[in-house]
């Protein structure tokens, strides 16, 4: 305490020393000394407040403990009571046994007397509830087993508590109720029939099958009961728990299982369109089926078996199987197409699962594939392999029908426009346009597979047709009066390429996409270079059955017999416009392509006669009237051929002028003009050879040997200025000298 009031003296000090520290401080010791008055009233205040406040509440502490004390003694009294008494009881209790077993007799006994009536009519009942079976009523017979069951459960539990050990009397009420249990399957047999005719019996009585449902569903709380009853004593009737609404939903399965397989009405061998005979069926049958069960029949069943999603599935299963079995066996090609169609689009299309009507309870991206991605890829794997052998085997069959067509003694037929033309390609386009139909139904990727299968065939296919029009040609050639109409069909396979080329197109237009098209380039230009090559042979062997024909009057030119008069030229434009009012049936591109030819060809001919050197002109005067001769027939294969070009654009000029040249230089009368003439034609005409300026000026009949060496030396020496334009044709003639030495003796 001392310590204490010595603290409490320092901090005093320390606060008055604080408070005074300036003089003009001592005028206010009046009022300091008051606020600490207050102040410590204040503290005092509220010290005997808080220590008021713990007395309090140590007072009430110490009255609770004193009753708790007293409780204590109470309850431990009342113990000492309880456990006298129970010491007391213990003789008492077993002294009751007797009286137990009692109980329990009676309880038994009760129970017998409870189900007296029902024990002795038994056999009563057995014939009631078979007679209400027979006819139907299912409800009333069901209720009158269930009493026979519960009379017979109870009689059964009632022995198994007096004595579980006890078969032979367990085994007694068996046997006498046995009678029941026939019962009970008589009546699941009425029921399953009942079950598994579901979707028309809730068309046609759907309280039948709402009673259905209710019986099951008695048999399902009973079930419950029973098995409960069984965890708490250990005793379950015989026969339970029944199980009935998982054999009712395992009966509809395998109805579901049954109808899908029973579509199958025919066999490949009796009907080629089977299996989509067999898949429209079931598409018919699933949909009516399913429109049936979310209309009717789920209102014939409680929220909770989820009746339609329970059968959609069922039926997703089901189909899933049959899938399965179709896609394990030997299917074709179109077959494949079919089951594939159907699985990836149809299923999930409008006109079955997609339909308005299932919706909002079936969802189509819900739904799994019916089969496998892998068994997908072996299916359209195992098609395109078929499809492949398939076209093979149609491209080789069309184009062997064509073949037959060749040797015909009819003219081939012609298309709206007038031109030649066979069937294959409308044929072979045909059937590449029915199996891209076909393939597109199925997928885009398939579509797409299936149009390079048909390209990279179609290839291969035109180089056959190359080969057999090549054939057709060297056959024609052993006699040339057979075929018959050689010359309409070769027009005719000429025409085909023009048609095969807008064949292709259309099909890559149709029905590939245009970010694909570069991959098909170089295929697309190799089938135009065969292509071409066909028209460019074809088009060559009508111009050599021309020139066959021409050959005589070829050989005419330049001759004793063509000066004095022959009308070789005439004979030649008249037989050339016969063979090109035939040709007139060749399609555009290529008959632009045979006019220039026959064009080039008969100008060469011309040529080559005139190096051929079978005359020699004597004197001016014969010089003079062959070179007009030849600018005549010049100008008489000139209106030939424009006449024949009319409307294609062909330059009919130029070869014309080559003769025309020739003759300027046969026509001069000046030989010293001769070089420079000479000179005029090499620089129009680059590709003539020395061989050819000498043939020339030996057919002229008045050059000597130096002058022929002389132009032939300078020409050798002088510059070259050939036109661009100009397409060399003395290259393909050749004169009939081995040197030119030999031609200067």
């Not at 009760?110 to 002795?120: D, G, R, S, T």
């Not at 728990?241 to 025919?266: H, Y």
């Not at 064949?503 to 270079?529: F, G, Q």
């Not at 026509?667 to 010293?672: M, N, Y």
Request: charged share 30%.
């Amino acid at each position: 305490m001392e310590e204490t009031d010595r603290e409490a003296v320092a901090t005093a000090v320390q606060r008055v020393a604080g408070m005074l520290q300036r003089p003009d401080q001592l005028d206010k010791v009046e009022q300091y000394r008051r606020r600490e008055a207050r102040k410590k009233a204040s503290v005092e205040a509220r010290l005997k407040a808080a220590i008021q406040s713990q007395l309090d509440g140590v007072r009430t502490g110490l009255s609770q403990l004193h009753n708790a004390l007293n409780d204590v003694k109470d309850i431990q009294q009342s113990l000492i009571d309880v456990n006298k008494d129970w010491r007391q009881s213990i003789n008492t209790i077993e002294n009751l046994k007797d009286v137990k077993d009692a109980v329990v007799q009676h309880s038994q006994l009760a129970a017998a007397v409870e189900n007296l009536k029902n024990i002795f009519s038994v056999p009563e009942i057995v014939r009631e509830t078979q007679d209400l079976i027979e006819r139907g009523e299912l409800l009333q017979a069901h209720r009158k087993l269930m009493d026979l069951e519960c009379s017979r459960d109870n009689l059964m539990y009632e022995q198994y508590r007096m004595d579980s050990k006890n078969t032979h009397d367990m085994n007694l009420i068996h046997t006498y109720f046995g009678d029941m249990q026939k019962l009970s399957e008589e009546l699941a047999k009425q029921l399953w029939m009942v079950v598994q005719r579901s979707l028309v019996t809730v068309r046609r009585d759907p309280t039948l099958l709402v009673s259905v449902v209710r019986i099951i569903e008695r048999e399902e709380k009973i079930d419950r009961r029973m098995l409960d009853r069984k965890k708490q004593t250990g005793f379950i009737p015989p026969g339970r728990p029944k199980k009935w609404k998982e054999k009712m939903f395992n009966i509809l399965e395998r109805t579901v299982s049954t109808r899908i397989e029973g579509t199958q009405a025919d066999t490949r061998e009796s009907d080629k369109m089977w299996l989509v005979r067999h898949l429209e069926i079931i598409r018919k049958y699933v949909l009516d089926d399913l429109l049936v069960a979310k209309t009717l029949l789920d209102q014939c069943f409680p929220p909770h078996y989820d009746i339609f999603k329970r059968l959609l599935n069922m039926y997703h299963q089901a189909l899933s199987t049959r899938m399965q079995e179709l896609a394990a066996e030997d299917l074709e090609a179109n077959e494949i197409v079919s089951l594939l169609t159907w699985v990836l689009n149809t299923y999930k299309s409008t006109e079955m699962m997609g339909n308005s009507e299932l919706s909002p309870e079936v969802d189509v991206n819900s739904l799994n594939l019916l089969i496998s991605q892998d068994v997908v890829d072996q299916l359209l794997s195992k098609y395109m392999s078929t499809l492949t052998s398939n076209i093979i085997g149609w491209l080789r069959k069309a184009l062997e029908t064509d073949k037959k067509d060749w040797v015909k003694e009819t003219e081939p037929e012609a298309d709206q426009d007038g031109y030649y033309q066979t069937t294959l390609p409308a044929i072979v386009f045909q059937m590449f346009e029915q199996n891209l139909q076909v393939a597109a139904q199925i997928s885009e990727d398939l579509k797409t597979k299936v149009l390079l299968l048909c390209l990279q065939q179609m290839n291969s296919f035109l180089t056959r047709y190359k080969d057999e029009a090549q054939l057709y040609k060297e056959e024609h050639l052993k006699n040339r009066q057979y075929p018959q109409c050689y010359v309409q069909y070769m027009i005719a396979v000429i025409n085909n390429c023009q048609t095969f080329k807008e064949s292709i197109i259309s099909l890559k237009r149709k029905y590939l996409k245009v970010e694909l098209e570069d991959t098909l380039s170089s295929s697309h230009a190799s089938m135009d270079a065969i292509l071409d090559i066909i028209a460019k042979e074809g088009c060559s062997s009508l111009l050599d059955e021309v020139f066959m024909d021409l050959e005589t009057h070829l050989n005419e030119l330049m001759t004793k017999k063509w000066l004095m008069g022959s009308n070789a030229v005439g004979t030649i434009c008249v037989t050339v416009e016969d063979y090109f009012n035939d040709f007139a049936k060749i399609k555009k591109p290529y008959k632009k392509t045979m006019t220039v030819e026959a064009h080039r060809r008969v100008v060469v001919e011309y040529i080559r006669a005139i190096m051929l050197k079978r005359i020699s002109f004597k004197n001016a005067e014969e010089r003079k009237e062959g070179a007009e001769k030849m600018i005549k027939e010049a100008e008489q294969f000139r209106f030939l051929f424009k006449k024949l070009a009319a409307g294609s654009g062909e330059d009919t000029e130029g070869l014309c002028d080559i003769i025309e040249a020739i003759a300027e230089v046969i026509k001069l009368t000046d030989p010293s003009l001769l070089y420079l003439e000479v000179s005029t034609l090499v620089s129009k005409y680059p590709d003539i050879r020395d061989d050819h300026i000498a043939a020339l000026l030996t057919v002229r009949g008045d050059a000597s040997r130096d002058m022929k060496q002389t132009i032939i030396e300078t020409l050798d020496q002088g510059p070259s200025q050939p036109n661009p334009n100009y397409v060399p044709i003395f290259k393909e003639i050749t004169v009939p000298t081995l040197t030119v030495p030999k031609l200067l003796k």
